[in-house]
Protein backbone atom coordinates (compact mmCIF):
# COMPACT_ATOMS: atom_id res chain seq x y z
CA UNK A 1 0.00 0.00 0.00
CA UNK A 2 1.32 3.76 -1.02
CA UNK A 3 2.44 5.29 1.85
CA UNK A 4 2.47 9.14 0.49
CA UNK A 5 0.17 11.98 1.04
CA UNK A 6 1.26 14.88 -0.27
CA UNK A 7 -0.72 18.17 1.38
CA UNK A 8 -0.02 21.17 -0.30
CA UNK A 9 -0.92 24.19 1.37
CA UNK A 10 -1.83 27.16 -0.97
CA UNK A 11 -1.84 29.89 2.17
CA UNK A 12 1.89 28.90 3.00
CA UNK A 13 3.08 27.65 -0.13
CA UNK A 14 4.45 24.76 1.93
CA UNK A 15 4.31 21.09 0.74
CA UNK A 16 4.33 17.91 3.29
CA UNK A 17 4.76 14.17 2.78
CA UNK A 18 3.02 11.86 5.12
CA UNK A 19 2.51 8.69 5.60
CA UNK A 20 -1.55 7.57 5.07
CA UNK A 21 -3.10 7.60 8.50
CA UNK A 22 -4.67 4.54 9.69
CA UNK A 23 -8.35 5.92 8.96
CA UNK A 24 -7.86 6.01 4.86
CA UNK A 25 -5.32 2.98 4.31
CA UNK A 26 -6.92 1.02 1.32
CA UNK A 27 -8.81 3.67 -0.09
CA UNK A 28 -8.27 4.74 -3.46
CA UNK A 29 -10.07 7.17 -5.99
CA UNK A 30 -13.55 7.98 -4.93
CA UNK A 31 -13.81 6.39 -1.72
CA UNK A 32 -10.39 8.34 -0.91
CA UNK A 33 -11.73 11.81 -1.82
CA UNK A 34 -15.29 10.96 -1.01
CA UNK A 35 -14.28 10.10 3.05
CA UNK A 36 -11.98 12.03 3.14
CA UNK A 37 -13.91 15.29 2.21
CA UNK A 38 -16.99 14.16 4.53
CA UNK A 39 -14.07 13.94 7.54
CA UNK A 40 -11.96 16.66 6.93
CA UNK A 41 -13.78 19.91 5.05
CA UNK A 42 -16.69 21.26 7.11
CA UNK A 43 -19.43 20.69 5.57
CA UNK A 44 -21.60 24.25 5.91
CA UNK A 45 -17.62 26.00 3.65
CA UNK A 46 -17.83 28.26 1.10
CA UNK A 47 -16.94 25.67 -1.71
CA UNK A 48 -14.09 28.89 -2.95
CA UNK A 49 -13.00 29.75 0.49
CA UNK A 50 -9.56 28.47 2.17
CA UNK A 51 -12.01 25.73 4.34
CA UNK A 52 -12.49 23.50 0.97
CA UNK A 53 -10.02 20.79 0.21
CA UNK A 54 -8.91 19.91 -3.66
CA UNK A 55 -8.07 16.48 -3.18
CA UNK A 56 -6.13 14.22 -6.71
CA UNK A 57 -6.54 10.60 -5.97
CA UNK A 58 -5.46 7.82 -8.46
CA UNK A 59 -7.12 4.40 -7.87
CA UNK A 60 -6.08 1.56 -6.20
CA UNK A 61 -5.03 -0.30 -9.12
CA UNK A 62 -3.49 2.85 -10.76
CA UNK A 63 0.04 2.64 -11.69
CA UNK A 64 0.16 -1.32 -11.71
CA UNK A 65 -0.07 -3.61 -15.00
CA UNK A 66 -3.44 -3.82 -14.96
CA UNK A 67 -5.68 -2.61 -17.82
CA UNK A 68 -7.68 0.08 -17.98
CA UNK A 69 -6.64 1.58 -14.47
CA UNK A 70 -5.76 4.97 -15.60
CA UNK A 71 -9.07 6.94 -13.91
CA UNK A 72 -8.57 10.11 -11.16
CA UNK A 73 -11.04 10.90 -8.61
CA UNK A 74 -10.58 14.37 -7.85
CA UNK A 75 -13.10 15.24 -4.94
CA UNK A 76 -13.88 18.83 -2.99
CA UNK A 77 -17.19 20.45 -2.28
CA UNK A 78 -18.84 21.44 -5.39
CA UNK A 79 -19.43 25.34 -5.92
CA UNK A 80 -22.45 24.26 -8.49
CA UNK A 81 -23.96 21.89 -6.21
CA UNK A 82 -23.22 22.80 -2.88
CA UNK A 83 -23.20 18.84 -2.06
CA UNK A 84 -19.48 16.42 -1.54
CA UNK A 85 -18.38 15.51 -5.31
CA UNK A 86 -15.55 13.71 -6.84
CA UNK A 87 -15.78 13.68 -10.54
CA UNK A 88 -13.71 11.67 -12.66
CA UNK A 89 -11.41 11.87 -15.50
CA UNK A 90 -9.03 9.62 -17.67
CA UNK A 91 -5.96 10.02 -19.55
CA UNK A 92 -2.09 9.72 -17.82
CA UNK A 93 -2.29 11.41 -14.46
CA UNK A 94 -3.63 8.61 -12.53
CA UNK A 95 -1.08 6.09 -13.68
CA UNK A 96 1.81 8.18 -13.60
CA UNK A 97 1.16 9.26 -9.64
CA UNK A 98 0.29 5.62 -9.26
CA UNK A 99 4.22 4.80 -10.58
CA UNK A 100 5.38 7.19 -8.10
CA UNK A 101 3.71 5.62 -5.10
CA UNK A 102 1.24 8.79 -4.42
CA UNK A 103 -1.86 7.96 -3.14
CA UNK A 104 -3.02 11.68 -2.97
CA UNK A 105 -2.26 14.95 -3.07
CA UNK A 106 -4.65 17.40 -1.26
CA UNK A 107 -4.70 21.05 -1.68
CA UNK A 108 -5.31 23.33 0.92
CA UNK A 109 -5.77 26.62 1.82
CA UNK A 110 -5.85 29.39 -0.77
CA UNK A 111 -3.30 31.16 -2.63
CA UNK A 112 -3.73 35.64 -1.92
CA UNK A 113 -6.03 36.80 -4.70
CA UNK A 114 -4.98 37.20 -8.26
CA UNK A 115 -1.76 35.09 -7.57
CA UNK A 116 -0.84 31.52 -9.74
CA UNK A 117 1.04 28.91 -9.06
CA UNK A 118 1.97 25.26 -10.39
CA UNK A 119 2.79 22.13 -8.80
CA UNK A 120 4.87 20.15 -10.55
CA UNK A 121 6.27 16.40 -9.27
CA UNK A 122 9.39 15.20 -10.87
CA UNK A 123 9.90 11.39 -11.29
CA UNK A 124 11.51 11.34 -8.08
CA UNK A 125 8.30 12.30 -6.43
CA UNK A 126 9.75 15.56 -5.32
CA UNK A 127 7.08 18.05 -5.03
CA UNK A 128 7.62 22.31 -5.41
CA UNK A 129 5.24 25.27 -6.36
CA UNK A 130 6.19 27.54 -8.95
CA UNK A 131 4.84 30.68 -10.12
CA UNK A 132 2.28 30.66 -12.81
CA UNK A 133 1.51 34.13 -12.82
CA UNK A 134 2.41 34.25 -16.92
CA UNK A 135 0.34 31.89 -17.53
CA UNK A 136 -2.93 33.62 -16.56
CA UNK A 137 -5.74 33.71 -18.48
CA UNK A 138 -4.54 31.15 -20.83
CA UNK A 139 -6.41 28.17 -22.46
CA UNK A 140 -5.53 24.52 -21.67
CA UNK A 141 -4.16 23.57 -25.35
CA UNK A 142 -1.89 26.30 -25.13
CA UNK A 143 -1.00 25.98 -21.76
CA UNK A 144 -0.24 21.75 -21.95
CA UNK A 145 2.20 22.94 -24.76
CA UNK A 146 3.95 25.70 -22.78
CA UNK A 147 4.05 22.70 -19.97
CA UNK A 148 5.70 20.10 -22.17
CA UNK A 149 7.76 22.92 -23.43
CA UNK A 150 9.09 24.32 -20.33
CA UNK A 151 9.17 19.98 -18.43
CA UNK A 152 9.58 18.06 -21.12
CA UNK A 153 7.17 15.93 -23.46
CA UNK A 154 7.10 12.87 -20.98
CA UNK A 155 4.96 15.04 -18.53
CA UNK A 156 1.01 14.63 -17.58
CA UNK A 157 -0.46 18.29 -17.23
CA UNK A 158 -4.22 18.42 -15.17
CA UNK A 159 -4.94 22.50 -15.60
CA UNK A 160 -7.81 24.80 -15.56
CA UNK A 161 -8.65 27.46 -18.72
CA UNK A 162 -9.89 31.10 -18.29
CA UNK A 163 -13.13 29.55 -16.88
CA UNK A 164 -11.36 27.92 -13.83
CA UNK A 165 -9.66 31.47 -13.19
CA UNK A 166 -13.35 33.09 -13.49
CA UNK A 167 -14.15 30.44 -10.77
CA UNK A 168 -17.22 29.99 -13.23
CA UNK A 169 -19.71 26.36 -11.75
CA UNK A 170 -19.57 25.11 -14.64
CA UNK A 171 -15.77 24.62 -14.80
CA UNK A 172 -13.57 21.77 -15.73
CA UNK A 173 -9.95 20.39 -14.41
CA UNK A 174 -8.40 18.97 -17.79
CA UNK A 175 -6.48 16.13 -18.11
CA UNK A 176 -3.91 15.25 -21.36
CA UNK A 177 -4.62 12.06 -22.91
CA UNK A 178 -1.43 10.04 -24.14
CA UNK A 179 -0.38 12.28 -26.82
CA UNK A 180 -0.64 15.56 -24.41
CA UNK A 181 -3.34 16.87 -25.41
CA UNK A 182 -5.82 18.46 -22.82
CA UNK A 183 -8.44 16.86 -23.94
CA UNK A 184 -9.99 14.62 -20.92
CA UNK A 185 -12.26 16.54 -18.31
CA UNK A 186 -12.80 16.20 -14.92
CA UNK A 187 -15.88 18.07 -16.32
CA UNK A 188 -18.90 17.74 -13.42
CA UNK A 189 -19.51 20.12 -10.53
CA UNK A 190 -17.44 22.88 -11.36
CA UNK A 191 -14.55 21.39 -9.73
CA UNK A 192 -12.04 23.76 -11.99
CA UNK A 193 -13.46 26.64 -9.92
CA UNK A 194 -12.04 25.10 -6.66
CA UNK A 195 -8.66 24.75 -8.25
CA UNK A 196 -8.69 28.48 -9.69
CA UNK A 197 -9.75 30.23 -6.00
CA UNK A 198 -6.97 27.91 -4.84
CA UNK A 199 -5.03 29.97 -7.07
CA UNK A 200 -3.39 26.51 -8.69
CA UNK A 201 -3.57 26.78 -12.76
CA UNK A 202 -1.31 23.32 -13.33
CA UNK A 203 -1.01 20.63 -11.73
CA UNK A 204 2.44 18.87 -13.87
CA UNK A 205 3.44 15.42 -12.69
CA UNK A 206 6.84 13.74 -14.56
CA UNK A 207 6.22 10.49 -16.46
CA UNK A 208 8.56 6.90 -15.16
CA UNK A 209 8.23 7.27 -11.72
CA UNK A 210 9.66 4.07 -10.18
CA UNK A 211 8.70 4.27 -6.77
CA UNK A 212 4.99 2.36 -7.02
CA UNK A 213 3.53 0.44 -4.09
CA UNK A 214 4.45 -3.14 -4.20
CA UNK A 215 2.16 -5.81 -5.24
CA UNK A 216 2.06 -8.30 -2.44
CA UNK A 217 1.51 -11.33 -4.45
CA UNK A 218 2.92 -9.86 -8.23
CA UNK A 219 2.46 -13.86 -9.36
CA UNK A 220 -1.39 -13.85 -8.52
CA UNK A 221 -1.31 -10.72 -9.74
CA UNK A 222 -0.15 -11.10 -13.37
CA UNK A 223 -2.55 -14.35 -13.47
CA UNK A 224 -5.54 -11.92 -12.83
CA UNK A 225 -4.42 -9.72 -14.87
CA UNK A 226 -4.61 -11.45 -17.84
CA UNK A 227 -8.06 -12.82 -17.05
CA UNK A 228 -9.13 -9.36 -16.78
CA UNK A 229 -8.03 -7.95 -20.09
CA UNK A 230 -9.58 -11.27 -21.59
CA UNK A 231 -12.95 -10.51 -20.06
CA UNK A 232 -12.70 -7.16 -21.20
CA UNK A 233 -11.71 -8.25 -24.93
CA UNK A 234 -14.32 -11.30 -24.80
CA UNK A 235 -17.37 -8.29 -23.99
CA UNK A 236 -19.49 -7.24 -27.07
CA UNK A 237 -19.50 -3.71 -25.59
CA UNK A 238 -15.95 -2.67 -24.47
CA UNK A 239 -14.36 -5.88 -27.12
CA UNK A 240 -16.89 -4.62 -29.96
CA UNK A 241 -19.25 -1.50 -29.74
CA UNK A 242 -16.72 0.83 -27.94
CA UNK A 243 -13.67 0.59 -30.02
CA UNK A 244 -15.94 0.42 -33.33
CA UNK A 245 -18.32 3.63 -32.58
CA UNK A 246 -17.12 4.96 -29.08
CA UNK A 247 -19.63 5.84 -26.48
CA UNK A 248 -21.21 7.59 -29.28
CA UNK A 249 -22.79 4.47 -30.26
CA UNK A 250 -25.59 4.70 -27.90
CA UNK A 251 -26.97 8.11 -30.20
CA UNK A 252 -29.09 5.26 -31.83
CA UNK A 253 -30.34 2.96 -29.41
CA UNK A 254 -31.26 6.08 -26.79
CA UNK A 255 -32.83 7.91 -29.61
CA UNK A 256 -35.11 4.63 -30.71
CA UNK A 257 -36.13 4.45 -27.47
CA UNK A 258 -37.76 7.92 -27.22
CA UNK A 259 -35.14 8.66 -24.62
CA UNK A 260 -33.38 11.25 -26.26
CA UNK A 261 -33.67 14.31 -24.05
CA UNK A 262 -33.89 17.64 -27.22
CA UNK A 263 -34.43 20.88 -27.40
CA UNK A 264 -34.21 21.37 -24.14
CA UNK A 265 -36.09 17.84 -22.50
CA UNK A 266 -39.01 18.70 -24.76
CA UNK A 267 -38.85 15.92 -26.99
CA UNK A 268 -37.26 12.55 -26.28
CA UNK A 269 -35.94 12.14 -30.39
CA UNK A 270 -34.03 14.56 -31.97
CA UNK A 271 -35.33 15.56 -35.67
CA UNK A 272 -31.61 14.49 -37.59
CA UNK A 273 -30.33 12.58 -35.16
CA UNK A 274 -29.00 10.45 -37.64
CA UNK A 275 -26.47 12.89 -38.65
CA UNK A 276 -25.12 12.73 -35.46
CA UNK A 277 -25.16 8.82 -34.37
CA UNK A 278 -21.64 7.19 -33.85
CA UNK A 279 -22.31 5.58 -37.22
CA UNK A 280 -22.25 8.80 -38.99
CA UNK A 281 -19.39 9.62 -36.86
CA UNK A 282 -17.30 7.10 -37.65
CA UNK A 283 -18.44 7.15 -41.18
CA UNK A 284 -17.13 10.92 -41.83
CA UNK A 285 -13.74 10.69 -39.50
CA UNK A 286 -12.63 7.56 -41.51
CA UNK A 287 -13.47 9.21 -44.89
CA UNK A 288 -11.19 12.00 -43.47
CA UNK A 289 -8.31 9.98 -42.33
CA UNK A 290 -8.65 10.99 -38.57
CA UNK A 291 -8.97 7.88 -36.00
CA UNK A 292 -12.05 5.93 -35.22
CA UNK A 293 -10.47 3.92 -32.66
CA UNK A 294 -7.68 5.09 -30.09
CA UNK A 295 -5.67 5.00 -27.24
CA UNK A 296 -6.35 8.17 -24.80
CA UNK A 297 -5.98 6.65 -21.31
CA UNK A 298 -3.22 4.74 -20.06
CA UNK A 299 -2.92 1.30 -20.25
CA UNK A 300 -6.09 1.35 -22.32
CA UNK A 301 -7.22 -1.82 -24.63
CA UNK A 302 -10.96 -1.03 -25.24
CA UNK A 303 -9.56 2.32 -27.47
CA UNK A 304 -13.22 3.95 -27.30
CA UNK A 305 -11.34 7.80 -28.07
CA UNK A 306 -10.98 8.57 -31.76
CA UNK A 307 -9.56 11.70 -33.17
CA UNK A 308 -12.39 13.69 -35.07
CA UNK A 309 -10.53 15.99 -37.94
CA UNK A 310 -11.73 18.61 -40.46
CA UNK A 311 -12.35 18.16 -44.33
CA UNK A 312 -8.70 19.31 -44.55
CA UNK A 313 -7.52 16.30 -41.95
CA UNK A 314 -6.69 18.76 -39.52
CA UNK A 315 -7.25 17.69 -35.57
CA UNK A 316 -10.22 19.11 -34.07
CA UNK A 317 -11.17 17.05 -31.40
CA UNK A 318 -10.24 14.06 -28.93
CA UNK A 319 -12.67 12.08 -28.00
CA UNK A 320 -16.04 13.11 -29.34
CA UNK A 321 -18.20 11.48 -26.19
CA UNK A 322 -21.71 10.57 -26.30
CA UNK A 323 -23.16 12.86 -23.69
CA UNK A 324 -21.21 15.55 -25.78
CA UNK A 325 -22.76 14.90 -28.90
CA UNK A 326 -25.96 15.03 -26.64
CA UNK A 327 -25.40 17.76 -25.02
CA UNK A 328 -24.29 20.36 -27.63
CA UNK A 329 -26.44 18.25 -30.51
CA UNK A 330 -29.82 17.48 -29.26
CA UNK A 331 -30.45 19.91 -26.39
CA UNK A 332 -29.73 23.06 -29.03
CA UNK A 333 -31.04 21.30 -31.64
CA UNK A 334 -27.72 21.11 -33.65
CA UNK A 335 -27.32 18.17 -35.71
CA UNK A 336 -23.91 18.61 -37.33
CA UNK A 337 -21.05 17.13 -36.07
CA UNK A 338 -18.44 20.02 -37.25
CA UNK A 339 -20.40 22.00 -35.22
CA UNK A 340 -20.29 19.94 -31.90
CA UNK A 341 -16.48 18.91 -32.59
CA UNK A 342 -15.92 22.49 -32.37
CA UNK A 343 -18.17 23.04 -29.19
CA UNK A 344 -15.88 20.04 -27.96
CA UNK A 345 -13.05 21.35 -28.66
CA UNK A 346 -14.02 24.93 -27.09
CA UNK A 347 -15.23 23.53 -23.89
CA UNK A 348 -11.69 21.24 -23.21
CA UNK A 349 -9.81 24.69 -24.02
CA UNK A 350 -12.20 27.01 -22.46
CA UNK A 351 -12.21 24.73 -19.23
CA UNK A 352 -15.72 23.76 -19.05
CA UNK A 353 -18.10 20.89 -18.59
CA UNK A 354 -19.28 20.34 -21.69
CA UNK A 355 -22.91 18.45 -20.55
CA UNK A 356 -23.71 21.37 -18.14
CA UNK A 357 -22.86 24.22 -20.95
CA UNK A 358 -24.85 22.36 -23.54
CA UNK A 359 -28.03 22.28 -21.67
CA UNK A 360 -27.15 26.12 -20.30
CA UNK A 361 -27.27 26.92 -23.70
CA UNK A 362 -30.38 24.97 -24.72
CA UNK A 363 -31.98 26.87 -21.47
CA UNK A 364 -31.03 29.95 -23.18
CA UNK A 365 -32.49 28.89 -26.58
CA UNK A 366 -35.30 27.28 -25.02
CA UNK A 367 -36.10 31.15 -23.58
CA UNK A 368 -36.07 32.57 -27.03
CA UNK A 369 -32.52 33.87 -26.88
CA UNK A 370 -31.16 32.08 -30.39
CA UNK A 371 -32.73 29.76 -32.26
CA UNK A 372 -32.40 26.05 -31.70
CA UNK A 373 -30.75 24.12 -34.23
CA UNK A 374 -28.49 27.76 -34.86
CA UNK A 375 -25.04 26.20 -34.28
CA UNK A 376 -23.28 29.72 -35.33
CA UNK A 377 -25.19 31.26 -32.97
CA UNK A 378 -24.11 28.28 -30.07
CA UNK A 379 -20.46 28.64 -30.85
CA UNK A 380 -20.53 32.31 -30.78
CA UNK A 381 -22.34 32.47 -27.10
CA UNK A 382 -19.71 29.53 -26.01
CA UNK A 383 -16.85 31.44 -27.06
CA UNK A 384 -18.56 34.23 -24.65
CA UNK A 385 -17.46 31.83 -21.94
CA UNK A 386 -13.38 32.42 -22.49
CA UNK A 387 -14.13 36.47 -22.78
CA UNK A 388 -15.32 36.51 -19.69
CA UNK A 389 -18.87 38.74 -21.00
CA UNK A 390 -21.68 39.26 -18.62
CA UNK A 391 -23.59 36.85 -20.67
CA UNK A 392 -20.33 34.46 -21.01
CA UNK A 393 -20.02 34.02 -17.32
CA UNK A 394 -23.74 33.63 -16.71
CA UNK A 395 -23.92 31.01 -19.46
CA UNK A 396 -19.91 29.36 -17.18
CA UNK A 397 -21.68 29.37 -14.55
CA UNK A 398 -24.22 26.69 -15.65
CA UNK A 399 -28.24 26.06 -16.46
CA UNK A 400 -29.81 27.04 -13.10
CA UNK A 401 -27.48 30.50 -13.62
CA UNK A 402 -29.04 31.07 -17.28
CA UNK A 403 -32.77 29.95 -16.20
CA UNK A 404 -32.58 32.80 -13.16
CA UNK A 405 -31.51 35.25 -15.85
CA UNK A 406 -34.02 34.71 -18.38
CA UNK A 407 -36.65 34.52 -15.54
CA UNK A 408 -37.35 30.34 -17.52
CA UNK A 409 -37.85 27.89 -14.52
CA UNK A 410 -37.69 24.96 -16.81
CA UNK A 411 -33.69 23.71 -16.19
CA UNK A 412 -33.33 20.32 -16.26
CA UNK A 413 -31.08 19.89 -13.20
CA UNK A 414 -31.23 17.72 -10.04
CA UNK A 415 -29.11 19.70 -6.50
CA UNK A 416 -27.96 22.37 -9.76
CA UNK A 417 -25.71 20.04 -12.03
CA UNK A 418 -27.57 19.19 -15.19
CA UNK A 419 -29.62 15.72 -16.11
CA UNK A 420 -27.45 13.67 -18.71
CA UNK A 421 -28.46 11.93 -22.17
CA UNK A 422 -30.91 10.46 -21.00
CA UNK A 423 -34.60 11.58 -20.00
CA UNK A 424 -36.33 9.96 -16.87
CA UNK A 425 -39.77 10.47 -18.41
CA UNK A 426 -38.28 7.32 -20.85
CA UNK A 427 -35.75 5.33 -18.76
CA UNK A 428 -37.59 6.09 -14.86
CA UNK A 429 -34.32 4.34 -13.80
CA UNK A 430 -31.81 6.66 -14.76
CA UNK A 431 -34.36 9.56 -13.20
CA UNK A 432 -33.91 7.26 -9.85
CA UNK A 433 -30.11 7.23 -10.03
CA UNK A 434 -30.48 11.68 -10.98
CA UNK A 435 -32.70 12.24 -7.64
CA UNK A 436 -30.71 10.66 -5.01
CA UNK A 437 -27.19 10.46 -6.33
CA UNK A 438 -25.12 12.75 -3.79
CA UNK A 439 -23.71 14.10 -6.29
CA UNK A 440 -26.55 15.95 -8.49
CA UNK A 441 -27.75 14.62 -11.81
CA UNK A 442 -25.05 12.14 -13.13
CA UNK A 443 -24.79 9.72 -15.72
CA UNK A 444 -22.33 7.27 -14.83
CA UNK A 445 -23.03 7.23 -11.23
CA UNK A 446 -25.99 4.61 -12.07
CA UNK A 447 -27.13 4.76 -15.65
CA UNK A 448 -29.45 2.09 -15.74
CA UNK A 449 -29.13 2.00 -20.03
CA UNK A 450 -27.69 -1.39 -20.09
CA UNK A 451 -30.64 -3.03 -18.28
CA UNK A 452 -33.09 -1.14 -21.06
CA UNK A 453 -31.14 -2.38 -23.87
CA UNK A 454 -30.77 -5.87 -22.74
CA UNK A 455 -34.87 -5.69 -22.06
CA UNK A 456 -34.17 -6.76 -18.37
CA UNK A 457 -36.04 -4.16 -17.37
CA UNK A 458 -39.29 -1.93 -18.85
CA UNK A 459 -37.79 1.54 -18.92
CA UNK A 460 -41.12 3.34 -19.07
CA UNK A 461 -42.65 1.57 -15.72
CA UNK A 462 -41.67 2.36 -11.90
CA UNK A 463 -41.67 -1.20 -10.82
CA UNK A 464 -38.08 -2.32 -10.43
CA UNK A 465 -36.18 1.00 -10.92
CA UNK A 466 -34.94 2.14 -7.61
CA UNK A 467 -33.20 -2.02 -7.16
CA UNK A 468 -31.95 -1.28 -10.76
CA UNK A 469 -30.45 2.50 -10.09
CA UNK A 470 -29.09 1.37 -6.42
CA UNK A 471 -27.26 -1.49 -7.10
CA UNK A 472 -25.72 0.19 -9.70
CA UNK A 473 -25.01 3.39 -8.07
CA UNK A 474 -22.99 0.84 -5.16
CA UNK A 475 -21.23 -1.06 -7.75
CA UNK A 476 -20.20 2.00 -9.49
CA UNK A 477 -19.23 3.81 -6.18
CA UNK A 478 -16.60 0.65 -5.12
CA UNK A 479 -15.23 0.70 -8.93
CA UNK A 480 -14.54 4.05 -8.56
CA UNK A 481 -12.26 3.44 -5.90
CA UNK A 482 -9.96 0.97 -7.90
CA UNK A 483 -9.21 3.70 -11.15
CA UNK A 484 -10.77 1.21 -13.61
CA UNK A 485 -12.45 2.68 -16.59
CA UNK A 486 -16.74 2.36 -16.50
CA UNK A 487 -16.32 1.29 -19.86
CA UNK A 488 -14.09 -1.90 -19.11
CA UNK A 489 -16.26 -2.55 -15.64
CA UNK A 490 -19.35 -3.25 -17.29
CA UNK A 491 -17.01 -6.37 -18.79
CA UNK A 492 -16.56 -7.22 -14.77
CA UNK A 493 -19.72 -7.50 -12.92
CA UNK A 494 -20.01 -11.28 -12.64
CA UNK A 495 -18.58 -13.95 -14.00
CA UNK A 496 -15.15 -14.77 -14.21
CA UNK A 497 -14.48 -11.26 -15.33
CA UNK A 498 -16.04 -10.22 -11.77
CA UNK A 499 -13.66 -12.91 -10.24
CA UNK A 500 -10.60 -12.16 -11.83
CA UNK A 501 -10.99 -8.43 -11.02
CA UNK A 502 -11.08 -9.14 -7.34
CA UNK A 503 -8.17 -11.35 -7.44
CA UNK A 504 -6.08 -8.68 -8.67
CA UNK A 505 -7.27 -6.41 -6.01
CA UNK A 506 -6.68 -8.85 -3.23
CA UNK A 507 -3.10 -9.96 -4.89
CA UNK A 508 -2.36 -6.25 -5.23
CA UNK A 509 -3.27 -5.55 -1.28
CA UNK A 510 -2.55 -9.12 0.19
CA UNK A 511 -6.52 -8.92 1.25
CA UNK A 512 -9.12 -12.03 1.28
CA UNK A 513 -12.01 -9.95 0.23
CA UNK A 514 -14.95 -11.79 -1.16
CA UNK A 515 -17.27 -10.98 -3.18
CA UNK A 516 -19.89 -9.41 -0.74
CA UNK A 517 -17.41 -6.62 0.27
CA UNK A 518 -17.35 -4.88 -3.51
CA UNK A 519 -20.71 -3.73 -2.09
CA UNK A 520 -19.78 -2.76 1.17
CA UNK A 521 -17.25 -1.11 0.08
CA UNK A 522 -19.67 0.91 -2.49
CA UNK A 523 -22.32 1.36 0.35
CA UNK A 524 -19.54 2.80 2.98
CA UNK A 525 -18.80 5.48 0.10
CA UNK A 526 -22.33 6.79 -0.22
CA UNK A 527 -23.07 6.66 2.95
CA UNK A 528 -19.81 9.04 3.69
CA UNK A 529 -21.35 11.53 1.00
CA UNK A 530 -24.90 11.37 2.05
CA UNK A 531 -23.60 12.04 5.30
CA UNK A 532 -22.14 15.51 4.48
CA UNK A 533 -24.65 16.59 2.21
CA UNK A 534 -26.84 16.35 5.23
CA UNK A 535 -24.89 17.83 7.80
CA UNK A 536 -24.24 20.85 4.44
CA UNK A 537 -28.24 20.92 5.11
CA UNK A 538 -29.26 18.87 2.43
CA UNK A 539 -32.83 17.26 2.72
CA UNK A 540 -34.90 14.21 0.90
CA UNK A 541 -36.74 17.05 -0.19
CA UNK A 542 -33.94 17.63 -2.55
CA UNK A 543 -33.32 14.55 -4.18
CA UNK A 544 -36.25 15.60 -6.24
CA UNK A 545 -36.68 15.53 -9.82
CA UNK A 546 -37.72 19.29 -11.49
CA UNK A 547 -41.10 19.51 -11.66
CA UNK A 548 -41.52 19.29 -15.94
CA UNK A 549 -40.44 15.98 -15.46
CA UNK A 550 -43.42 15.04 -13.09
CA UNK A 551 -46.09 17.05 -15.55
CA UNK A 552 -45.07 17.10 -18.89
CA UNK A 553 -45.47 14.11 -21.14
CA UNK A 554 -42.25 13.48 -22.97
CA UNK A 555 -43.20 12.86 -26.92
CA UNK A 556 -42.90 9.93 -28.40
CA UNK A 557 -44.01 7.54 -25.47
CA UNK A 558 -45.23 10.92 -23.69
CA UNK A 559 -44.63 9.40 -20.45
CA UNK A 560 -44.04 11.20 -16.96
CA UNK A 561 -41.91 10.22 -14.26
CA UNK A 562 -43.40 7.97 -12.33
CA UNK A 563 -41.70 6.71 -9.34
CA UNK A 564 -43.43 7.97 -5.95
CA UNK A 565 -41.07 10.01 -3.44
CA UNK A 566 -41.72 7.42 -1.25
CA UNK A 567 -39.63 4.98 -3.39
CA UNK A 568 -37.20 7.57 -4.42
CA UNK A 569 -36.87 8.37 -0.61
CA UNK A 570 -35.65 4.68 0.27
CA UNK A 571 -33.71 4.27 -2.47
CA UNK A 572 -30.19 4.74 -0.79
CA UNK A 573 -31.77 4.70 2.72
CA UNK A 574 -29.03 2.03 4.00
Not at 207 to 218: L, Y
Not at 282 to 301: D, F, L, N, P, S
Amino acid sequence: MAVKFLRVNMTEKRIVAEDVPEEYRFLGGRGLTSIMINAEVPPKCDPLGPENKLIFAPGLLSGTPLVNTSRISIGAKSPLTGTIKESNAGGTAAADLGHLGITAVIVEGQAPEGELCLLRINKQGEAQLLAAQDYKGMKTYELTKNMRSRFGEKNSVLCIGPAGEYQLRSASIQTTDVDGRPCRAAGRGGLGAVMGAKGLKAFVVEQGGKSADAIVNPEAFKEAARAVAKAIKAHPMSGSMMPALGTAGLVAPVNAMGAFPSYNARKGILDDWEKISGEAMAEIIQKRGGKTAHVGCAQCIIHCSNEFVDEQGKYVTSSLEYETIWAMGGMTGVADLDTIARLDFLCDDIGVDTMNTGVAVAVALDSGYRQFGDGAAVIEMVEEIARGTAFGRILGNGPVAVGKYFNNPRVPVVKGQSIAAYDPRAMQGNGVTYATCPMGADHTAGNVVGEYLEQKLDPLKAEGQVEASRNLQIGVAAVDCTGMCFMAAVALVSGEGGEAFLKAINAKLGSQLGPEDIPTLGIRVLKAERKFNKRAGFTEADDRLPQFFYQEPLPPHNTIFSVSDADIDRTLAF
